[in-house]
């Protein structure tokens, strides 16, 4: 589990606030763009809102909408998601599929 999805899990678990987001990516050290990005990945495909996640997350939507943006170039570039943290491996690495859980 990523720090971003720790945090989101966080999240969900207590206060739905932005003072409980802050709170949470400090104790978990995760990126808020990561955040609001799991975040709006979490939202169904037809309501998705990049502001909405955005402020949720404590973070401007230009600022997510860059991040989904570099994510959907390094997944067109044919780069591989990562099976367990949906994390785009970095150029160059592979994923050890030996370690990996049953069903990942």
Request: glycine share 8%.
């Given at each position: 589990?990523?720090?971003?999805q ?5 999240f ?12 949470i990516?400090e ?15 979490q ?5 998705k ?10 973070v ?9 943006k570099r994510?959907?170039?390094k ?10 943290c949906?994390q785009?491996?970095?150029e160059?690495y ?11």
């Open positions: 589990m990523t720090p971003a720790r945090a989101l899990d966080l969900n678990q207590g206060e739905q606030t932005p003072e409980a987001m802050s709170e990516l104790q978990t050290g995760a990126k808020a763009s990561l955040v609001a990005l799991e975040l709006y990945d939202q169904p495909d037809g309501e809102d990049i502001a909405a996640a955005a402020a949720m997350a404590g401007k939507a230009p600022t997510l909408h860059v991040t989904i994510r959907a170039e997944l067109a570039a044919g780069r591989e998601p990562c099976p367990c949906g785009v491996v970095r160059g592979a994923i050890d599929r030996s370690v990996l859980r049953k069903g990942a």
